[in-house]
C-alpha cells in the first residue's frame, strides 16, 4: 500500500469526485469530499515523510519502466507542493459546507464538490507526474474544472471573469502543449528526467529555443506574472469566496512548480539562464510586478479585488527570487511559495466569513466589523501582518530569505526595493483596517453579528497556522532547502 | 531563592503578557481589572531588582528560547546597559498605572480594558527589547512595541486620532522595514553574527565604506530614537491619553529607540570600529541638526504637549550623540541620560495630564497663574524642567556632564557648543511655563475659578516622579555604576 502512495495521492481525489453523485444530500457530499480531501492530506504527509528520509520515491504507472510508461516522480519538492495543496484544501473544505449555503444555490453544491474535487485531483497530478504530456493533461482538468467553479459565483460577472480566464488559460495550456510537442519532436520522449538527458544534446536548435519560449509563456500566463496578470483580479473577486480562497494558495502556486521544473530540471540552469536573457528579464517582470500591482491593490474599493492584485504582487516576489537562481534564492521562492499559501488562504477564507454576514466585500461596507466581527477582523489583521512580513508571521521568514539571497548576489537596490514594496503591503492592509475599526457602522448594520464557528475555526487554523511557521520554521526550511538543493544538484 | 534568576528574567516578558490577557478577561469589573496590572508591575519590579542585584554579583544571566531560523536564535542575556532600560521602565510602568486610574477614571475614556491591555503588551515587549541577547531578537521585540503601542496612540478613534496613528505607524514601521531590517540583514551577511557582544561582531579590517553605509542604515532604522527627518511620528503621536504619551513616549517607545542605538554602537559595531567610520561624523552632526532644530521648533508650540514631544525629540539627540562619540564618557553620559531623561520627562507629561484633567487646559499661554491652584503640580513641573535642563539640584545635570565630558574627549568642539546652546534653548522653552504659573504677568486676572489638585492617584504619581529627579541627583550612584560597566565588564556580566 505504501508503495503505492504517488499514484493515490492523484487517484483518491480523482476517482471520489464522480462518485459525489451518487450521494444527494449537500452535507453528505460536504462531509466525503472533506474525507477525501483530508485523506490526500495524509497521503501527501507520509510522502514528505518518506522523501525527507530516503529520497526521491519513483512510481511507474502500471509496471510501465520509464521513458515508455509514465513515471511519477517525489522528490522533496513535489512532497513540498502536494501538501501545501492537499492541506490547504482540507481546510479550506471545512469552511465550505457553511460558506456556500449564501453563495451557490442548494441544486449545485453536489456539482460544485465534484468540480472542486476534479481541480484538487488535477493539480496534485500536474505536480505528482513525472511525465510532461502528463503535466498538460492535469493541467486541462484543473483548469476546465476551475472555470467553472469560478463561473459559479453569485455575481453574473463571474461568467464573464470565468469566461476572459477560459481564453487567457487555454491560450496558456496551447503554448505549453507547443512547447512540449517540439520538444517531442527533438528527442522522442516524454519523460523529463529522460528530456534532461537528451536536450542538451539537441540545445543549439531553434526548435527547443523555440519550445522553451513557448512553455515559459505558457506557464507565465498561467501563474500571473505581470504583465500577464490581467485574468487573475476579476477572476478571484467574482468566484464564490471558498473558490477564491482555495486558488489563491494553490493555483498559482501549482503554475510556479511548473516553471522551476521546466527550468531547473528539464531544461537545466545553464540552457535557460545563459540561452536568454531571463534572469533580467524575470528580475524585471518581478519587481514590476510587486510596484504595479501593490499599487493597483491600495486604490481598490473592492477587497477581493485588493488582495486579488496582492496576491499578483507576492507573485512578484516569488519570481524575484527564481530570478536570483541561487540555492538561497529558490529557497526563498519556495518559503514564500509555502508562506503565501498560508496567508492569501486565511485572508480569502476570512473574506468568505464577511461575505457569509454582510453579502459584500466592498470597502465602505466594512465600516464598523471591528467591533461588530471582533475574530474576524482580527484574523484579517494578523493575516495582513503576516502580508507586510511582520516578525513573528511567515512573512517575515519568507521576506528574510529573499532579501539574504539578493544580498548574497550582491543586489542591493533590488533589496532595497523589495522592502519598499512591503511599505505598499502597510498602505494597502491598513486602509482596511482603518475603514474597519475607525469608521462608525454603516446605518442598519447595528444586527450584524461575528461569523459563525464553522467558519472561524477554518480562518483561524491557517492564522494560528501563519504565525506558528513563523516562530517555528523547521519544517519549511527543512523541506524548502532539501528542495531546492536538490534542484541544483547538491546533496544536502 | 525560590526561583532562579533565569525564571526571573522570563517571567519578566512573558507575565505582562500574561497579565494582558487577564486584564482582557477582567474588564466587566474595572477594579479587579487595574488591581491585575498593579500587582503585575510589582512582580515585575520584584523580579528585575533580583536580577539587578544578580548581576551587581557577577552572574551570568542567559536564558535561550529557541531557534528561529537556523544560527538566529531568540535569547536574552542581561549587561549592565539593558539593566538600566528595564529598572526604569518597570518602574515607570507601575507610576504609570497609578497615574492612568487617576486620569482615565477622572477623564471618562473610553475603551479602558483595551488601554490597560496593550500598556501590558508594551511593556512585554520593552523588557524583551532590554534583555535581548541579539539583534534579531530585539528587532522581534522592536515591532510587536511598535504594534502593540498603535492602538494606545489611537485610542480617541478620532480622525485626528486616525491621522496620527497613520503617521505613527507609517514612519515606525516604514523605517524599521526599509533600513533597520536591511541593516540587520546586512550585518548578518558581513559579520555572521548578530550577537551583541562587547567590543562589537564585526571584524576589524572589515571595509570602512560597507560598515559606515550600515551605520547609516541603523541610525535612520531605528527610527524610534527620532533623528530628524524621521522624528515626525512623535509629534504626531501626541494625539495619545496623556498617560499613553508619558509612559511611551518619554520613557518606553523613544527609550527603546535610544537604547537601541547605543547597544548597536556599543556592541555591534564597537566604540573602536565607530570611531573610524567615515559616515559617524555626518550622523553626529546630523543628530546635532536634531538636537538644536528641535529645541527652536519647541519654542514656538503652544501646546504644552506639542512643546514636551519636541523637546523630547531634541533630547534624545543627545543619548544619539553620546551613542556615537565613541568615547567612554559619552556612553556613561548616554546611559544615565536614558535614565535622568526618563524621570524628567514623564513628569512632565503627568503634569500636562494633571493640568488637562483638572483645568482643562492644554494651551501654555492659558496657564498664567495655575501656579496658585495646582501648587503642587507646578513645582512638579519646575522639578522636572530643572532636569531636562540639566542643572542642579536635578538628576540631568550628570548626564549632561558627562556628555559634554565626552564631546571633549573626543574633541567634538562643534557638538559641545551644540549641547550647551540647547541647554540654553531648554531653559527658555521649559522654565517661562512654571514661573508664569507661578507668578503671572501684569495685567493677567486671576480669578479663582475653582481648579484643584488633579485626582489623588495622579499627584502621588507625579510627585514621586518628581522626587526621583532629586533623587537621582543626590544619589546616581547605582545608576553611575551600571553605566561604567557596560564598558568595564570583559564578559557581558557586570562586576567581573
Known sequence: MLAHLPVLQVIVPLLAAPLCLFLTRSRLVWVFALAVSALAFLISCLLLQQVMSSGTIIYELGGWEAPWGIEYRIDPLNALLLLIITGISTIVLLAAHTSIQQEIPEERHTFFYILYLLSLAGMLGIVATGDAFNVFVFLEISSLSGYALIALGKDRRALWAAYQYLIMGTIGATFILIGIGLMYQMTGTLNMEDLSKRLPEVEHTRTVFTAYAFIIVGICLKLALFPLHLWLPNAYAYAPSIVTAFFAATATKVAIYLLIRFTFSVFGLTFSFTALPLQILFLTLGLLGIFAASTAAIYQKNVKHLFAYSSIAQIGYMIVGFSVSTTTGLMATLLHLFNHALMKSALFLALAAVVYRIGSVQLSQFHGLGRQMPFTMAAIVIGGLSLIGVPLTVGFVSKWYLIMAVIENGWWPVAVLILLGSLLAVVYVWRLVEAAYFKPPLPGRDTIKEAPLSLLIPVWILVIANIYFGIDTRLSVQVTQAASMSLFGVSP | ?496
Open chain 2, 1 to 496: 531563592m525560590i526561583i532562579s534568576l533565569e525564571s526571573m528574567l522570563q517571567l519578566s516578558i512573558i507575565l505582562p503578557l500574561l497579565a494582558m490577557l487577564a486584564i482582557v478577561s477582567t474588564g466587566r469589573n474595572p477594579n479587579l481589572r487595574e488591581t491585575v496590572s498593579i500587582s503585575t508591575s510589582l512582580v515585575v519590579i520584584y523580579f528585575v531588582f533580583n536580577l539587578y542585584l544578580g548581576i551587581k554579583q557577577g552572574e551570568n544571566i542567559q536564558v535561550d528560547w529557541w531557534e528561529l531560523l537556523p544560527g538566529l536564535q531568540i535569547s536574552f542575556n542581561i549587561e549592565p546597559l539593558g539593566m538600566i532600560f528595564a529598572l526604569i521602565a518597570s518602574f515607570l510602568w507601575l507610576i504609570t498605572t497609578v497615574y492612568s486610574i487617576g486620569y482615565m477614571r477622572s477623564h471618562k475614556e473610553q475603551n479602558q480594558t483595551r488601554f490597560y491591555a496593550c500598556f501590558a503588551i508594551a511593556i512585554g515587549s520593552v523588557m524583551g527589547i532590554a534583555f535581548s541577547a541579539n539583534l534579531f531578537t530585539l528587532f522581534i521585540f522592536y515591532e510587536v512595541l511598535t504594534l502593540s503601542t498603535y492602538p494606545l496612540v489611537t485610542h480617541a478613534g478620532t480622525e485626528d486620532a486616525k491621522r496620527g496613528g497613520r503617521i505613527y505607524l507609517g514612519i515606525l514601521l516604514g523605517t524599521s522595514i526599509v533600513f533597520f531590517l536591511l541593516a540587520i540583514i546586512s550585518t548578518w551577511f558581513v559579520a555572521g553574527s548578530l550577537d551583541f557582544k562587547p567590543g562589537g561582531v564585526f571584524d576589524p579590517n572589515v571595509n570602512t565604506t560597507v560598515a559606515g553605509v550600515i551605520l547609516v542604515l541603523f541610525i535612520f532604522g531605528i527610527g524610534k530614537a527620532a533623528i530628524m527627518p524621521f522624528h515626525r511620528w512623535l509629534p504626531a503621536a501626541m494625539v495619545a491619553p496623556t498617560p499613553v504619551s508619558a509612559l511611551l513616549h518619554a520613557v518606553a517607545v523613544v527609550k527603546a529607540g535610544v537604547f537601541t542605538v547605543l547597544k548597536v554602537c556599543v556592541f555591534i559595531f564597537g566604540l573602536d570600529l565607530l570611531a573610524i567610520l567615515p559616515s559617524t561624523q555626518f550622523l553626529l552632526y546630523l543628530a546635532g541638526a536634531s538636537v538644536l532644530l528641535a529645541s527652536l521648533v519647541a519654542m514656538r508650540q503652544d501646546n504644552l504637549k506639542a512643546r514636551l514631544a519636541y523637546s523630547t525629540v531634541s533630547q534624545l539627540g543627545y543619548v544619539t550623540i553620546g551613542a556615537l562619540l565613541a568615547t567612554s564618557a559619552g556612553v556613561i553620559g548616554s546611559s544615565m541620560h536614558i535614565g535622568m531623561h526618563a524621570f524628567g520627562k514623564i513628569t512632565l507629561f503627568f503634569c500636562a495630564g494633571a493640568i488637562l484633567v483638572a483645568a482643562h487646559k492644554s494651551k501654555i499661554s492659558e496657564m498664567q497663574g495655575l501656579g496658585r491652584q495646582m501648587p503642587i503640580t507646578m513645582a512638579a513641573f519646575f522639578l522636572a524642567s530643572l532636569s531636562i535642563i540639566g542643572v542642579p539640584p536635578a538628576g540631568g545635570t550628570w548626564s549632561k556632564w558627562y556628555l559634554l565630558m565626552g564631546s571633549m574627549e573626543a574633541e567634538q568642539w562643534i557638538l559641545m557648543a551644540v549641547l550647551m546652546i540647547s541647554s540654553l534653548l531648554n531653559i527658555a522653552y521649559l522654565l517661562p511655563i512654571p514661573f508664569r504659573a507661578f507668578f503671572p504677568a501684569r495685567g493677567m486676572p486671576v480669578t479663582d475659578t475653582g481648579i484643584k489638585e488633579a485626582p489623588l492617584p495622579s499627584l502621588i504619581a507625579l510627585s514621586i516622579t518628581a522626587v526621583g529627579c532629586v533623587i537621582l541627583f543626590v544619589y546616581p550612584q547605582p545608576l553611575y555604576e551600571l553605566a561604567r560597566a557596560i564598558l568595564d565588564a570583559p564578559g557581558l556580566a557586570y562586576g567581573k
